[in-house]
């Protein structure tokens, strides 16, 4: 028998169906703080205290992962932090696996009476065989379709940001879609390869072949034995042993210059410095922002972009005083964030460093007049000291505040009828410029425009993987990116 206060009428049915979840991430009264200034500062921290020991003791799958760390904290304003020790986890997983291929190809070598007699190791080949088997066929880690750049060479570009897919420049990506860009690749071999010589399944060292053109070449070091990298850290807080890093640390600038073209707000000339005469393919966005600036026309400086300066000041860190034309071109973007007093001293700096040196003559130019611009400013504090892994470790902690909360889309509250439940208004306003995040600032035109730049959106956004962010709850949100 059904009573009548169980019986539910189909207008309530209905009412009930279409009534719009309540988002109460996006209500204004409950939004979190933001704590992804302090994500981005420990990631970059933790960046810079890697590069203090130099190369040869550089763990570049850690640096890679704490780059990814600190794009995600401004990116996806999480409350977790980015899970750098999950992916390393996924890479020593793979390495131990990998030994097990060798282990078992070594067994099989020996049964089978191919190895040299009395010999019960794999040779340098046969063993890379064995990797580049496991990691390109098992694990299906290929190099993307457009290699090293996908800008087509001798052209100018509007937005580089089209043709190069940022996804390419980072470790995780690679790890989740087993594809990615050249220097991404080669640092997942050398990566592997020296986890196999720490665990002792080798006994050679390896490098990798710098010019990113296909799949990586790994090298053999002649001579280079595991006994001979070993190391103990005798350091009174942290003990720790493994083996020395024997990989250029070009693998790991080469992914920073290609996410600078990713990120860079501004046309790109491949002709500049271009990877077929034998340059960086880094500089090719320079002279157009710093002319429209010496000349009064162009970007509005403090309206264009500031996501673009951790790639920036990344760079530099890592080449220090050899940063050359990467510290002029910091400078310059830096510019265009608004912060007129560190761009002065970037470029002073810079200019500084390259008295004497040949440089092209019309780039001396730009500089010199962007300079004479930037004297003018008046009332603008300068840093300490420029861009630098000293620099970056001096740097206070910024502190949590409460008044500094998520961004979010704006609601409203509307009456429904008698029961008055609350409804979201789904806006696509961005939020104004003094309040928006970083990676709003790149897809924003440089004349100060609240117009997204719509090929931007997919590069940045599928990088970081922040539209999925921001369509989930905060569980939802750390379990998708944790591997």
């Given at each position: 028998?059904?009573?009548?206060?169980?019986?539910?009428?189909?207008?309530?049915?209905?009412?009930?169906?279409?009534?719009?979840?309540?988002?109460?991430?996006?209500?204004?009264?409950?939004?979190?703080?933001?704590?992804?200034?302090?994500?981005?500062?420990?990631?970059?921290?933790?960046?810079?205290?890697?590069?203090?020991?130099?190369?040869?003791?550089?763990?570049?799958?850690?640096?890679?992962?704490?780059?990814?760390?600190?794009?995600?904290?401004?990116?996806?304003?999480?409350?977790?932090?980015?899970?750098?020790?999950?992916?390393?986890?996924?890479?020593?997983?793979?390495?131990?696996?990998?030994?097990?291929?060798?282990?078992?190809?070594?067994?099989?070598?020996?049964?089978?009476?191919?190895?040299?007699?009395?010999?019960?190791?794999?040779?340098?080949?046969?063993?890379?065989?064995?990797?580049?088997?496991?990691?390109?066929?098992?694990?299906?880690?290929?190099?993307?379709?457009?290699?090293?750049?996908?800008?087509?060479?001798?052209?100018?570009?509007?937005?580089?940001?089209?043709?190069?897919?940022?996804?390419?420049?980072?470790?995780?990506?690679?790890?989740?879609?087993?594809?990615?860009?050249?220097?991404?690749?080669?640092?997942?071999?050398?990566?592997?390869?020296?986890?196999?010589?720490?665990?002792?399944?080798?006994?050679?060292?390896?490098?990798?072949?710098?010019?990113?053109?296909?799949?990586?070449?790994?090298?053999?070091?002649?001579?280079?034995?595991?006994?001979?990298?070993?190391?103990?850290?005798?350091?009174?807080?942290?003990?720790?042993?493994?083996?020395?890093?024997?990989?250029?640390?070009?693998?790991?600038?080469?992914?920073?210059?290609?996410?600078?073209?990713?990120?860079?707000?501004?046309?790109?000339?491949?002709?500049?410095?271009?990877?077929?005469?034998?340059?960086?393919?880094?500089?090719?966005?320079?002279?157009?922002?710093?002319?429209?600036?010496?000349?009064?026309?162009?970007?509005?400086?403090?309206?264009?972009?500031?996501?673009?300066?951790?790639?920036?000041?990344?760079?530099?860190?890592?080449?220090?005083?050899?940063?050359?034309?990467?510290?002029?071109?910091?400078?310059?973007?830096?510019?265009?964030?608004?912060?007129?007093?560190a761009a002065r001293a970037e470029l002073r700096t810079y200019m500084a460093g390259n008295r004497?040196?040949?440089?092209?003559?019309?780039?001396?130019?730009?500089?010199?007049?962007?300079?004479?611009?930037?004297?003018?400013?008046?009332?603008?504090?300068?840093?300490?000291?420029?861009?630098?892994?000293?620099?970056?470790?001096?740097?206070?902690?910024?502190?949590?505040?409460?008044?500094?909360?998520?961004?979010?889309?704006?609601?409203?509250?509307?009456?429904?009828?008698?029961?008055?439940?609350?409804?979201?208004?789904?806006?696509?306003?961005?939020?104004?410029?003094?309040?928006?995040?970083?990676?709003?600032?790149?897809?924003?035109?440089?004349?100060?425009?609240?117009?997204?730049?719509?090929?931007?959106?997919?590069?940045?956004?599928?990088?970081?993987?922040?539209?999925?962010?921001?369509?989930?709850?905060?569980?939802?949100?750390?379990?998708?990116?944790?591997?």
């Amino acid at each position: 028998m059904i009573r009548e206060s169980d019986q539910i009428t189909t207008h309530e049915t209905e009412s009930a169906v279409d009534l719009p979840r309540y988002d109460v991430e996006n209500d204004k009264r409950y939004r979190r703080v933001d704590s992804s200034e302090v994500h981005a500062f420990e990631a970059r921290q933790a960046f810079a205290t890697l590069l203090v020991d130099g190369e040869h003791k550089l763990m570049l799958a850690e640096a890679s992962l704490q780059i990814t760390a600190e794009d995600d904290a401004l990116a996806s304003h999480s409350t977790v932090r980015f899970p750098v020790a999950s992916f390393l986890s996924r890479v020593s997983r793979m390495t131990r696996e990998c030994a097990m291929r060798l282990e078992a190809a070594t067994q099989s070598a020996v049964a089978s009476g191919t190895l040299p007699e009395g010999e019960r190791v794999l040779s340098p080949e046969q063993a890379m065989g064995v990797v580049c088997q496991y990691l390109s066929v098992e694990q299906r880690i290929k190099v993307s379709k457009g290699g090293r750049s996908s800008i087509p060479p001798r052209s100018v570009v509007d937005h580089p940001g089209v043709w190069e897919d940022a996804r390419g420049g980072y470790l995780n990506e690679l790890l989740v879609r087993r594809t990615g860009h050249p220097a991404a690749v080669a640092l997942l071999y050398a990566e592997v390869m020296k986890g196999l010589l720490n665990f002792g399944a080798i006994n050679f060292a390896i490098t990798v072949d710098p010019r990113f053109d296909g799949p990586p070449r790994m090298l053999v070091i002649p001579g280079m034995t595991r006994q001979m990298l070993q190391f103990i850290s005798l350091d009174e807080q942290e003990q720790s042993s493994g083996v020395l890093n024997t990989c250029t640390s070009e693998v790991l600038l080469e992914t920073l210059r290609f996410l600078k073209r990713a990120y860079w707000p501004f046309p790109w000339d491949t002709s500049i410095d271009a990877h077929e005469r034998g340059g960086t393919g880094s500089h090719g966005g320079f002279r157009l922002p710093a002319g429209g600036l010496s000349v009064g026309s162009g970007p509005v400086p403090g309206q264009g972009t500031s996501a673009g300066v951790g790639l920036h000041e990344r760079l530099v860190m890592m080449l220090g005083d050899s940063a050359g034309e990467e510290r002029r071109d910091l400078a310059v973007i830096l510019v265009h964030a608004g912060e007129i007093g560190a761009a002065r001293a970037e470029l002073r700096t810079y200019m500084a460093g390259n008295r004497g040196q040949e440089s092209d003559p019309f780039d001396t130019l730009l500089c010199s007049k962007l300079a004479s611009l930037l004297a003018t400013a008046a009332n603008v504090a300068e840093p300490a000291s420029v861009m630098s892994v000293e620099h970056v470790l001096r740097l206070p902690s910024p502190q949590v505040s409460e008044d500094r909360k998520m961004p979010s889309r704006d609601i409203e509250l509307p009456s429904s009828g008698a029961s008055a439940q609350w409804t979201r208004i789904a806006t696509e306003q961005a939020p104004p410029p003094d309040t928006c995040d970083p990676i709003h600032r790149v897809m924003t035109h440089g004349t100060g425009s609240s117009i997204p730049i719509i090929t931007h959106v997919t590069p940045v956004h599928c990088a970081l993987n922040t539209v999925r962010h921001a369509c989930m709850p905060p569980p939802a949100r750390h379990m998708l990116r944790d591997p």
